[in-house]
């Protein structure tokens, strides 16, 4: 409900194809905010396997605009490994992890991002404060203990507490039932304002009664809540009305406004319109000061920095002044749902400064008129998930906030808190931290000598069953952080490229120092109409069967073919002995018997030719009459492969090392078989 709360919050169609096909009627229930119905007519496209991959990324959109990070992270996991996977997948994938607590992932998608989109500050921003939480932030202590509260909360929405008369009072959109009429964002019902007593007068930390609708005429069919409530027994709301929307590209969208009432002598007045209320922008989610004379607010009107912003009245003379935006408190996300404390402090959730994921709980002291910088106020107030909607019970430390974490009943919960008495900080002894020792080396091509930027390098360590993923630099330059002795494998590739591979030692760590490769990594650049060698490809005298000895070398053939999309004629040639005739038929023979064998291993057929040459081609000067050693009729007798053409996308299930990124850690089970074999 957060997010209903937040954007655009209630949408209707009013014209829909019924010949519209599956993907297409999803597209309009999405561009209507009506995510669940997109969900069901996406799942049921999943069982097309033409569809998929179209249909993942909408699916992991829809689950993210629920909310649902469990799903979304599932569908975003899928999204990125598709051909040309967009920036913004690896983006939400980052996020979607974060939210599950999963930050060193999560901080190598946002790098990942960082990489694609590199103009965009978030990718580096994120990956920080994964980096933070991560390390630093586990030793903090807790200021606060928290508790799930009996009784008040449902299997649906429930969150923005606040206090009247001894009273617990929040939204929830438990009432509805689950019909047409229901909201399609989440596919639940619309939000009401429930009130609860505690079990024992004004305490809030113990058991609570079961909720029951707050008494006046608060609850409309539409979103109601959240509430604050003043001293002056007023009570500020944020409210959405259906007959106040605007029409926008033939879809009404619904904007939040708050209104305002007094209650004496148990009766309410007349609900009366926040005078910022608007049909342009959203105004809501209100938060009166303990002495009522101040009034926070929420809204994404013009002027604020982005996202959904804070913003202030201050009462003048029984009225409200014009509203001040919190400037030095907003970032480029969104700050929502504040509460003020006793003491004149502004708690609020937002999704932009440094914590844990999602939204997190922050406080600004006050000094006068300036606030200070905004703290995170840890865990186990925050978590990963979304964490919003503090407010303290009247005279007290402990409250009520929500969090839509795992344990709960459903969806968004309320929970208890109460504030800790914390001793002053142990400041532990510094610890030396051993200085890094690195392995290093250097990819070129094998023709030009030059270095190759971009190249991708595995590592395989077999003491961990792990592959290290790391990347050449404009130098050619590799470089991997190792911490114990090893023997390593080390593969370099690049599309288009025959790998090289070779082994790597390491007996010793000298801590402070780099390792240097015992030699350069050379990788062939496999362009059309150039010739490869196959060595050692041998046959016995007058036959044309594959010997066993042979394979290993045609395997390898075998192995560039399935890490390059490449189409190939492999050509075989005698030397001048024997008349032309017989040489023409004994090389194609030979060819076909090679070419066979490739095929039985997988390689489609169509992605390479047999071509017998006889002694057309000799290589050096021993023709017809030429007498020349055993030695030199050898190097005529040989196989080759030549490069004719590249398949055609997707034609072939290609090992792609592009996809890997830098800093990736892989199980070696994860690789396809005998990657490293040839590196031995």
């Known amino acids: ?37 997109a969900i069901k007519i996406l799942s049921k496209s999943m069982d097309k396997p033409e569809k998929r991959a179209e249909v993942i990324p909408l699916l992991a959109e829809c689950y993210r605009m629920q909310q649902d990070v469990f799903n979304a992270k599932v569908w975003y996991a899928q999204a990125v490994a598709l051909p040309e996977a967009k920036p913004e997948w690896y983006y939400y994938y980052a996020q979607a992890l974060r939210s599950t607590g999963e930050y060193e992932l999560a901080g190598k998608m946002f790098l990942k991002y960082a990489e694609m989109q590199p103009d965009d500050p978030k990718g580096k921003l994120y990956a920080g404060f994964c980096d933070s939480v991560s390390k630093s932030w ?25 206090f ?48 029951a609708s707050f008494k006046g005429k608060f609850n409309q069919t539409y979103h109601d809540g959240p509430a604050t409530f003043g001293k002056d027994n007023s009570v500020y709301f944020t409210r959405t009305i259906l007959q106040d929307a605007k029409n926008v590209n033939k879809i009404r969208t619904n904007l939040l406004k708050i209104f305002y009432s007094s209650e004496t002598n148990g009766s309410w007045s007349k609900l009366e319109p926040f005078f910022l209320n608007s049909p342009d922008y959203s105004v809501g989610h209100p938060a009166l000061s303990a002495d009522g004379t101040t009034l926070c607010f929420v809204s ?21 002044g014009k509203p001040e935006n919190l400037s030095n408190l907003n970032t480029q996300g969104n700050e929502m749902f504040p509460s003020f404390t006793e003491d004149g402090s502004l708690i609020y959730s937002s999704d932009y400064l440094p914590g844990y994921g999602g939204l997190d709980l922050f406080i600004a002291k006050v000094n006068k008129e300036n606030w200070s910088a905004p703290e995170n106020m840890g865990a186990p107030l925050n978590s990963s998930f979304d964490d919003f909607a503090l407010n303290y019970a009247p005279g007290s430390r402990n409250g009520f906030f929500s969090s839509n974490r795992p344990g709960g009943n459903g969806s968004d919960d309320i929970y208890a808190f109460n504030q800790l008495d914390i001793p002053a900080p142990v400041i532990p002894a510094p610890v030396e931290v051993p200085k890094p020792y690195y392995i290093s080396g250097v990819v070129k091509d094998k023709i030009s000598q030059k270095p190759i930027e971009g190249a991708t390098v595995f590592v395989l360590n077999p003491n961990t069953g ?15 952080l190792v911490d114990r002795a090893a023997e390593l494998t080390i593969k370099a590739m690049k599309p288009r490229h025959i790998a090289d591979c070779m082994p790597f030692q390491i007996t010793e760590i000298k801590p402070g120092t780099t390792a240097q490769a015992p030699r350069d990594l050379f990788l062939d650049k496999l362009e059309v109409n150039k010739t490869f060698k196959i060595d050692n490809i041998y046959y016995d005298f007058d036959k044309f ?46 060819a076909e018997s090679a070419v066979n064998y490739i095929v039985s291993t997988g390689i489609s057929p169509s992605r390479i030719t047999a071509k017998g040459y006889g002694e057309h081609q000799l290589v050096n000067k021993c023709s017809d009459g030429v007498k020349c050693s055993d030695e030199e009729h050898q190097a005529n007798r040989r196989t080759e492969f030549k490069v004719i053409g590249y398949s055609q996308p997707n034609a072939v299930d290609q090992f792609d090392p592009d996809k890997f990124y830098k800093g990736e850690e892989l199980d070696i089970r994860l690789m396809p078989g005998g990657f490293f074999n040839p590196c031995k």
């Open 300 to 320: 994404d009107m013009s002027g604020g920095a982005g996202g959904t912003d804070l913003w202030i009245c201050r009462k003048q003379s029984g009225s409200w």
């Open 545 to 590: 069967n594959i010997r066993e000895d042979a394979k290993p070398e045609l395997d390898k053939l075998v192995r560039i073919m399935n890490e390059n999309p490449i189409n190939v004629e492999l050509g075989s040639h005698t030397d001048s002995r024997g008349s032309f005739a017989y040489n023409d038929k004994l090389s194609q023979n030979r």
């Open 138 to 162: 586990k030793y903090k202590a807790p200021q606060f203990e928290i508790r799930p509260v009996a009784n008040i909360n449902s299997p649906q929405s429930d969150f923005g507490p606040a």
């Open 164 to 211: 009247f008369k001894g009273q617990l009072v929040f939204a929830s959109d438990r009432n509805m039932e689950l019909d047409e009429s229901g909201y399609g964002w989440t596919g639940r019902g619309y939000l009401d304002i429930l009130s609860s007593n505690p079990a024992a007068p004004n305490e809030f930390w113990g058991d609570m009664k079961a909720p």
């Open 466 to 480: 792990k592959v290290s993923v790391l990347k050449t630099d404009a130098d050619g330059v590799y470089t991997l």
């Open 1 to 37: 409900m957060k997010k209903a709360c937040l954007s655009i919050f209630a949408i209707l169609l009013l014209s829909v194809s019924v010949l519209a096909q599956p993907v297409q009627k999803a597209e309009k229930k999405m561009k209507l905010y009506n995510y669940s119905k």
